[in-house]
């Protein structure tokens, strides 16, 4: 993992390295269906340069999560590595929001 302020790494690249997608196609696609915010502005090419600092917003089967990028990498590694290459902030599935709503007390009137 190459680490730095004055680095960066296309966002299509980043996304496989980091294990979010497959392959870079998926990442592409990712980009074109507008799942991918980069600093809270949606993404509308895959070639956008990422840096450490960068908060990526992330929709992909079935989660939103929400991570802040500490590197970059030359290859796909391991997922050890892998996880290496950002901080999660938040993540919660669709099922996971629906079963706290279920969950909560109905309102009194």
Same mark, same amino acid.
């Given at each position: 993992?190459?680490?730095? #302020? !004055?680095l960066?790494q296309?966002? !299509? #690249?980043w +996304?496989?390295?980091a294990?979010?997608?497959k392959?870079? =196609? !998926? %990442? @592409?696609?990712? $980009?074109e269906?507008?799942?991918?915010?980069?600093?809270?502005?949606? &993404?509308?090419?895959?070639?956008l340069a990422?840096?450490?600092? !960068?908060? +990526?917003?992330? =929709? $992909? %089967?079935? @989660?939103?999560? &929400?991570?802040?990028?500490?590197?970059?990498?030359?290859?796909?590694? *391991?997922?050890? %590595? =892998?996880? @290496?290459?950002?901080?999660?902030?938040?993540?919660?599935?669709?099922?996971? %929001?629906? @079963? #706290?709503?279920?969950?909560? *007390? *109905?309102?009194?009137?």
């Amino acid at each position: 993992m190459r680490k730095g #302020k !004055d680095l960066s790494q296309r966002i !299509d #690249k980043w +996304l496989v390295y980091a294990r979010f997608v497959k392959h870079r =196609a !998926d %990442a @592409q696609a990712l $980009v074109e269906a507008g799942n991918l915010r980069v600093n809270r502005v949606r &993404v509308s090419k895959g070639s956008l340069a990422i840096k450490p600092g !960068d908060h +990526l917003t992330i =929709a $992909v %089967a079935g @989660q939103v999560r &929400v991570v802040k990028v500490l590197g970059e990498a030359e290859r796909r590694g *391991p997922p050890a %590595a =892998a996880r @290496q290459l950002y901080e999660e902030i938040s993540g919660q599935t669709h099922e996971g %929001a629906a @079963q #706290k709503q279920d969950a909560s *007390p *109905p309102p009194v009137c």
